[in-house]
Protein backbone atom coordinates (compact mmCIF):
# COMPACT_ATOMS: atom_id res chain seq x y z
CA UNK A 1 0.00 0.00 0.00
CA UNK A 2 2.16 2.85 -1.06
CA UNK A 3 0.02 5.17 0.44
CA UNK A 4 0.55 3.91 3.91
CA UNK A 5 4.38 3.69 3.47
CA UNK A 6 4.68 6.91 2.40
CA UNK A 7 2.25 8.37 4.91
CA UNK A 8 4.69 6.45 7.42
CA UNK A 9 7.97 7.20 6.77
CA UNK A 10 7.84 10.29 4.81
CA UNK A 11 9.17 13.54 6.81
CA UNK A 12 7.43 15.75 4.68
CA UNK A 13 4.59 17.88 6.23
CA UNK A 14 1.52 16.39 5.86
CA UNK A 15 -0.07 18.54 3.40
CA UNK A 16 2.94 18.03 1.19
CA UNK A 17 2.29 14.67 1.74
CA UNK A 18 -0.83 14.19 0.56
CA UNK A 19 -0.26 16.31 -2.42
CA UNK A 20 2.60 13.56 -3.55
CA UNK A 21 0.05 11.55 -2.72
CA UNK A 22 -2.58 13.27 -5.29
CA UNK A 23 0.39 13.29 -7.71
CA UNK A 24 1.21 9.55 -7.51
CA UNK A 25 -2.24 8.43 -8.13
CA UNK A 26 -2.82 11.04 -10.96
CA UNK A 27 0.45 9.41 -12.27
CA UNK A 28 -0.90 5.92 -11.57
CA UNK A 29 -4.09 6.07 -13.77
CA UNK A 30 -2.12 7.46 -16.63
CA UNK A 31 -0.94 3.70 -16.67
CA UNK A 32 -3.72 1.43 -15.90
CA UNK A 33 -5.19 1.61 -18.65
CA UNK A 34 -2.80 -0.80 -19.55
CA UNK A 35 -3.11 -3.62 -17.19
CA UNK A 36 -5.59 -6.43 -17.78
CA UNK A 37 -5.95 -7.19 -13.97
CA UNK A 38 -4.62 -6.71 -10.53
CA UNK A 39 -3.20 -8.86 -7.92
CA UNK A 40 -3.32 -8.04 -4.09
CA UNK A 41 -1.13 -9.54 -1.24
CA UNK A 42 -3.32 -8.80 1.33
CA UNK A 43 -7.25 -7.46 1.56
CA UNK A 44 -7.87 -3.61 1.87
CA UNK A 45 -8.83 -2.51 5.38
CA UNK A 46 -10.11 0.76 4.96
CA UNK A 47 -10.89 1.48 1.37
CA UNK A 48 -9.93 -0.47 -2.03
CA UNK A 49 -7.99 2.10 -4.21
CA UNK A 50 -9.00 0.48 -7.30
CA UNK A 51 -12.72 0.25 -6.40
CA UNK A 52 -13.62 2.67 -9.23
CA UNK A 53 -11.54 1.02 -11.98
CA UNK A 54 -12.96 -1.61 -13.69
CA UNK A 55 -10.37 -4.02 -13.94
CA UNK A 56 -10.58 -7.32 -12.16
CA UNK A 57 -8.57 -7.83 -9.05
CA UNK A 58 -7.97 -10.61 -6.90
CA UNK A 59 -6.23 -11.01 -3.51
CA UNK A 60 -3.20 -13.71 -2.89
CA UNK A 61 -1.55 -13.83 0.23
CA UNK A 62 1.63 -14.43 0.86
CA UNK A 63 0.71 -17.83 2.47
CA UNK A 64 3.59 -20.58 3.57
CA UNK A 65 3.74 -23.71 2.00
CA UNK A 66 2.23 -26.81 3.89
CA UNK A 67 6.10 -28.35 4.16
CA UNK A 68 7.07 -26.07 6.46
CA UNK A 69 4.03 -27.13 8.87
CA UNK A 70 5.14 -28.08 12.29
CA UNK A 71 3.39 -31.22 12.66
CA UNK A 72 4.80 -32.05 16.48
CA UNK A 73 4.04 -28.79 18.23
CA UNK A 74 4.36 -31.18 21.55
CA UNK A 75 7.68 -31.43 21.61
CA UNK A 76 8.45 -27.80 21.05
CA UNK A 77 10.57 -27.17 24.01
CA UNK A 78 9.25 -25.43 26.92
CA UNK A 79 11.24 -22.51 27.77
CA UNK A 80 10.31 -18.96 27.02
CA UNK A 81 11.85 -18.62 23.81
CA UNK A 82 10.78 -15.39 22.46
CA UNK A 83 11.44 -14.85 19.14
CA UNK A 84 10.70 -11.43 16.52
CA UNK A 85 11.83 -11.39 12.82
CA UNK A 86 11.93 -9.12 10.00
CA UNK A 87 12.42 -5.35 9.86
CA UNK A 88 13.76 -3.40 12.76
CA UNK A 89 12.44 -0.03 12.73
CA UNK A 90 10.12 2.26 15.35
CA UNK A 91 6.75 1.50 13.51
CA UNK A 92 7.50 -2.66 14.43
CA UNK A 93 7.18 -1.47 18.06
CA UNK A 94 10.85 -2.95 18.66
CA UNK A 95 11.33 -0.33 21.41
CA UNK A 96 7.84 -1.53 23.38
CA UNK A 97 9.34 -4.70 22.65
CA UNK A 98 12.50 -4.14 24.78
CA UNK A 99 10.42 -2.08 27.22
CA UNK A 100 8.30 -5.23 27.56
CA UNK A 101 10.78 -7.72 28.08
CA UNK A 102 12.41 -5.97 30.93
CA UNK A 103 8.95 -6.55 32.71
CA UNK A 104 8.36 -9.94 31.28
CA UNK A 105 11.83 -11.13 33.09
CA UNK A 106 10.86 -10.02 36.71
CA UNK A 107 8.18 -12.74 36.56
CA UNK A 108 9.71 -15.20 34.01
CA UNK A 109 13.43 -14.75 34.71
CA UNK A 110 14.44 -17.28 32.01
CA UNK A 111 12.70 -15.32 29.40
CA UNK A 112 15.11 -14.46 26.44
CA UNK A 113 14.02 -12.93 23.17
CA UNK A 114 15.74 -12.70 19.83
CA UNK A 115 15.54 -9.79 17.41
CA UNK A 116 16.32 -11.45 13.84
CA UNK A 117 16.36 -8.62 10.64
CA UNK A 118 17.77 -5.87 9.17
CA UNK A 119 18.02 -2.63 11.31
CA UNK A 120 15.53 0.48 9.24
CA UNK A 121 18.32 3.07 10.51
CA UNK A 122 21.45 2.94 12.12
CA UNK A 123 20.29 5.81 14.63
CA UNK A 124 17.70 3.48 15.62
CA UNK A 125 20.12 0.69 15.95
CA UNK A 126 21.88 2.65 18.49
CA UNK A 127 19.11 3.68 20.15
CA UNK A 128 17.87 -0.07 21.11
CA UNK A 129 21.35 -0.95 21.82
CA UNK A 130 21.26 2.25 24.04
CA UNK A 131 17.91 1.19 25.77
CA UNK A 132 19.18 -2.38 26.30
CA UNK A 133 21.78 -1.43 28.13
CA UNK A 134 19.82 1.32 30.22
CA UNK A 135 17.86 -1.82 31.35
CA UNK A 136 20.59 -4.44 32.17
CA UNK A 137 18.88 -6.59 29.68
CA UNK A 138 22.23 -7.27 27.62
CA UNK A 139 22.04 -11.19 28.28
CA UNK A 140 18.20 -11.39 27.95
CA UNK A 141 18.49 -9.69 24.51
CA UNK A 142 20.44 -11.15 21.37
CA UNK A 143 20.71 -9.26 18.06
CA UNK A 144 21.11 -11.26 15.07
CA UNK A 145 21.36 -10.06 11.38
CA UNK A 146 19.05 -10.64 8.71
CA UNK A 147 18.84 -14.37 7.57
CA UNK A 148 18.22 -16.35 4.05
CA UNK A 149 14.23 -17.02 4.07
CA UNK A 150 14.96 -20.67 3.56
CA UNK A 151 16.80 -20.41 7.16
CA UNK A 152 14.06 -18.58 9.11
CA UNK A 153 11.99 -21.96 9.83
CA UNK A 154 14.78 -24.00 11.63
CA UNK A 155 15.46 -20.85 13.80
CA UNK A 156 11.50 -20.46 14.45
CA UNK A 157 11.57 -24.12 15.58
CA UNK A 158 14.28 -23.66 18.11
CA UNK A 159 11.77 -20.74 19.97
CA UNK A 160 8.36 -21.44 21.33
CA UNK A 161 6.49 -17.85 21.40
CA UNK A 162 6.50 -15.19 18.49
CA UNK A 163 5.90 -11.50 19.14
CA UNK A 164 4.36 -9.04 16.51
CA UNK A 165 4.31 -5.60 18.68
CA UNK A 166 3.82 -3.32 15.21
CA UNK A 167 2.51 -0.07 16.65
CA UNK A 168 -0.29 1.62 14.83
CA UNK A 169 0.49 3.77 11.53
CA UNK A 170 -0.78 3.52 8.28
CA UNK A 171 1.35 1.04 6.92
CA UNK A 172 0.45 -1.23 9.98
CA UNK A 173 -3.61 -0.63 9.54
CA UNK A 174 -3.31 -1.63 6.40
CA UNK A 175 -0.43 -4.05 5.62
CA UNK A 176 -0.66 -8.11 6.77
CA UNK A 177 2.47 -9.14 8.84
CA UNK A 178 3.55 -12.34 6.37
CA UNK A 179 5.40 -12.86 10.42
CA UNK A 180 1.99 -13.92 11.19
CA UNK A 181 1.39 -17.36 8.96
CA UNK A 182 4.87 -18.55 9.49
CA UNK A 183 4.97 -18.16 13.57
CA UNK A 184 2.12 -20.06 12.85
CA UNK A 185 2.87 -23.08 10.76
CA UNK A 186 6.08 -22.81 13.15
CA UNK A 187 3.99 -24.13 16.29
CA UNK A 188 4.47 -21.13 18.04
CA UNK A 189 2.21 -19.63 20.78
CA UNK A 190 2.13 -15.69 19.38
CA UNK A 191 1.79 -12.32 20.94
CA UNK A 192 0.65 -9.53 18.68
CA UNK A 193 -0.69 -5.97 19.10
CA UNK A 194 -4.43 -5.46 17.89
CA UNK A 195 -4.33 -4.17 14.20
CA UNK A 196 -7.02 -4.53 11.63
CA UNK A 197 -4.33 -6.68 9.30
CA UNK A 198 -4.04 -9.65 12.27
CA UNK A 199 -7.21 -9.40 13.65
CA UNK A 200 -8.92 -10.23 10.13
CA UNK A 201 -7.48 -13.34 10.00
CA UNK A 202 -7.18 -14.89 13.74
CA UNK A 203 -9.13 -14.33 17.05
CA UNK A 204 -8.94 -16.03 20.06
CA UNK A 205 -5.83 -17.77 19.16
CA UNK A 206 -3.12 -15.80 20.09
CA UNK A 207 -2.42 -13.24 22.82
CA UNK A 208 -3.48 -9.60 22.46
CA UNK A 209 -2.48 -6.54 23.05
CA UNK A 210 -2.93 -2.75 22.53
CA UNK A 211 -0.83 -1.23 20.20
CA UNK A 212 2.07 0.90 22.09
CA UNK A 213 1.09 -0.63 25.26
CA UNK A 214 3.95 -1.39 26.98
CA UNK A 215 2.70 -3.01 30.06
CA UNK A 216 0.02 -4.97 27.80
CA UNK A 217 2.66 -6.51 25.94
CA UNK A 218 4.37 -7.54 28.53
CA UNK A 219 1.28 -8.82 30.11
CA UNK A 220 0.24 -10.86 27.06
CA UNK A 221 3.83 -11.84 26.85
CA UNK A 222 4.27 -13.06 30.15
CA UNK A 223 0.87 -15.22 29.55
CA UNK A 224 2.14 -17.07 26.83
CA UNK A 225 4.93 -17.94 28.81
CA UNK A 226 2.48 -19.42 31.29
CA UNK A 227 0.87 -21.22 28.52
CA UNK A 228 3.73 -23.42 27.14
CA UNK A 229 2.14 -26.97 27.38
CA UNK A 230 -1.02 -25.81 26.72
CA UNK A 231 -0.88 -26.11 22.82
CA UNK A 232 -4.84 -25.20 22.15
CA UNK A 233 -4.21 -21.91 20.29
CA UNK A 234 -0.65 -23.18 18.45
CA UNK A 235 -3.21 -26.29 17.18
CA UNK A 236 -6.12 -23.87 16.24
CA UNK A 237 -3.16 -21.72 14.56
CA UNK A 238 -1.89 -24.94 12.57
CA UNK A 239 -5.15 -26.13 11.65
CA UNK A 240 -6.01 -22.47 10.07
CA UNK A 241 -2.60 -23.32 8.53
CA UNK A 242 -3.40 -26.60 6.93
CA UNK A 243 -7.01 -25.68 5.85
CA UNK A 244 -7.17 -22.12 4.55
CA UNK A 245 -3.83 -20.05 4.93
CA UNK A 246 -1.34 -21.75 2.56
CA UNK A 247 0.63 -21.34 -0.17
CA UNK A 248 -0.75 -24.70 -1.96
CA UNK A 249 -3.90 -23.59 -2.21
CA UNK A 250 -2.94 -20.38 -3.73
CA UNK A 251 -0.79 -21.47 -6.53
CA UNK A 252 -3.37 -22.44 -8.45
CA UNK A 253 -5.28 -19.55 -8.18
CA UNK A 254 -2.07 -17.77 -8.83
CA UNK A 255 -0.76 -19.11 -12.04
CA UNK A 256 -4.52 -19.01 -13.44
CA UNK A 257 -3.92 -15.34 -13.26
CA UNK A 258 -1.72 -15.74 -16.44
CA UNK A 259 -3.74 -17.96 -18.59
Known amino acids: HMEALYRTFSNRFKPVKELAIQIRKWEEKKYLKYVDRIILAN ?6 PYENYN ?3 CVIEN ?7 NHS ?4 QSSPAIVYHGHLGPERGIGDLIKAMYRVIRSVPEARLTLIGTWRTNEF ?8 QEYSIKDVVQLQNQVPHKDIWDILQHHSIGVIPFRRTPLTEENTPTKLFEMMASGLEIVATDLPPTRYFVDDSIHWAPPGDVE ?8 ACQSLGDTS ?9 AQKY ?10 AQFD
Open 73 to 76: PDLK
Open 63 to 69: FPELKYL
Open 125 to 132: QNEIRALI
Open 233 to 241: KVQKNLQLI
Open 43 to 48: PPMSNN
Open 246 to 255: NWDQRQDQYL
Open 216 to 223: SIADSIIH
Open 55 to 57: IPL
